[in-house]
C-alpha cells in the first residue's frame, strides 16, 4: 500500500537534477537574479560599465536582482533585448532563448517591483470645470446658454492651458459663484 508513492517519490528524486549539474557555456541561463546577473555580466557590462559607458549606460553599477530601483533603465534594457538590437551584431550574443528568458525574468521583476509601489503620479484631490466647460455643462444638461464670463471669475491658467487640473481649485469666491 505505501510502495507505490515511496517508489514514485525515490524515482523521480532520482531522475530530478541536483544542485551539482554543470552547464555548459552555451547553456541558456535560467530565469532567475543569479541568472540575469551572469548573463548581464557576461554580454552587456563589457560595453556598458563605470569606464565606457557606452550610449551613457553603465549595467555594473546597477544591482540587477533588483531592477525596481532602476526601473527606466531596466525597461529600455528590455526593449534593447527585445528588439534584437543588444548585444550588437558582431558582438558576442546570447542565444535567442537565454536572451528571451532575460527579457521575460526582468518584465516579471519590473511589473512585481511597479505592483508592490505603485506610482501614480502627481495626482489633485479635487478638479473642477473651467468657464468653457462650465458652459457647455450647463448648455448640455439644461439647454440654458448662458454667459458665464460675467458670471464667474477668471480661470487661471498654467503653461498657457486653463483646463490644467492643477490651477482648477476651488475657492470660497468661486463656490459663492456657483451658488449664485
Not at 450647463?138 to 490644467?164: E, K, T
Request: net charge neutral.
Amino acid at each position: 500500500m505505501y510502495r507505490g508513492p515511496l517508489a514514485a517519490l525515490v524515482f523521480v528524486s532520482a531522475m530530478a537534477p541536483g544542485p551539482a549539474v554543470a552547464q555548459s557555456p552555451g547553456a541558456v541561463l535560467p530565469p532567475t537574479a543569479g541568472g540575469s546577473a551572469a548573463l548581464v555580466r557576461t554580454y552587456c557590462t563589457t560595453c556598458h560599465n563605470q569606464r565606457l559607458k557606452t550610449g551613457g549606460l553603465a549595467l555594473d553599477a546597477l544591482d540587477v536582482s533588483d531592477p525596481g530601483r532602476d526601473a527606466a533603465v531596466w525597461e529600455q534594457v528590455v526593449r534593447k533585448v527585445r528588439a534584437g538590437m543588444m548585444p550588437p551584431s558582431g558582438a558576442r550574443r546570447p542565444d535567442r532563448a537565454a536572451a528571451e528568458g532575460f527579457a521575460a525574468w526582468l518584465e516579471t521583476s519590473l511589473d512585481s517591483a511597479a505592483a508592490a509601489a505603485p506610482n501614480p503620479g502627481r495626482t489633485e484631490a479635487m478638479h473642477r470645470l473651467n468657464r468653457a466647460e462650465y458652459r457647455n455643462a450647463v448648455r448640455d444638461l439644461l439647454g440654458l446658454d448662458l454667459d458665464v464670463a460675467a458670471l464667474l471669475p477668471a480661470d487661471d491658467a498654467s503653461y498657457g492651458f486653463d483646463n490644467i487640473a492643477g490651477v482648477l481649485r476651488f475657492s470660497p469666491l468661486l463656490l459663492e459663484k456657483y451658488l449664485t
